[in-house]
């Protein structure tokens, strides 16, 4: 089985210094220009970093996963590092066809080019994930996708860059399969935060490529009425409604909570950004509506 790995050039160092509630997953898949999410909090050593040409997540745009000194070496010479590093990219050639599960991956698929080989599944809460060990030429290659259970039926593909050195073979691997073990998806009301969606009670807050939108939800007491509100916080921002129910909060945060959901496709016509997406608002109740007329929002009586 051929393995490949790319080397980039002019990369950009993300600073560890999270001003989003402490949301590891931000520090090694950058928000900006990426519309992946991997909700989770990742098992990777406090000293690793994340390096990236652009910061785009792509099927040619890899990110690593490693400590500065250890990336330095393999930018200057990918076969003497000192310490494992893990590439991470989108895979060009395996597509996740259903929420919560990934079976693309086939042992009958990797018995063409090797017999040696092992396969494990997982998942991280709702993420799948297939980690796979291929031995060839004597020596062993480790790698993984794991199911973004993301609309483009996107599948995150993790590479292990282990040293020459034979002796450091049992720390890469110890690294590798911790990340596997200890790894896990976040609770909400973080895992909604991973996404774009800050809940708070009576409104989300919807970050699309920095911008936003204010999503509202008030119940007036006198009658049960519920308002919903699409406000737009940035210039160039349109919201086009589809749908909106009632419905109750189903996580131990907030359970049993009454909440509303409305569907509908969030516009950046600046950057020409098109974004189908339920949103969730934990529902506030009120003695009178806030103020009715907001300009470019938009609004519904339920």
Known sequence: MRITCLIVSCFIFFSLNSKEKNLRIHQYIPKKGNSFTFAVDPALPDDFICYSQDGILSHEGTLIWGKKETIDQFLTNPKEISDPLILVSISPNVFQKTYGKLIEIKSQDI????KDFEIERGTFGDYPYCKTWVKSNDKIYHCAHIGLNHESHAVLFLQ???????SKTKQAELLWNAFFKNTKQLPFPDF???HGHDMQTGFTTV??????FKVTAEKRKKDGKIKLSVIPLDQDL??????TY??????DWHKGELILKTLGTFIDQKNSIYMNMTVAILVKEVEEFSSSLLVNAFQELI
């Not at 349109?238 to 749908?243: D, K, R, V």
Request: charged share 25%; aromatic share 6%.
């Open 246 to 251: 009632v419905d109750m909060m189903r996580t």
């Open 238 to 243: 349109i919201f086009n409604h589809i749908n």
């Open 207 to 212: 970050e699309i490529q920095d911008k936003k």
């Open 111 to 114: 018995l063409q080019y090797t």
């Open 160 to 166: 292990l860059l282990q040293p020459e050195d034979g």
């Open 192 to 194: 909604a935060l991973a």
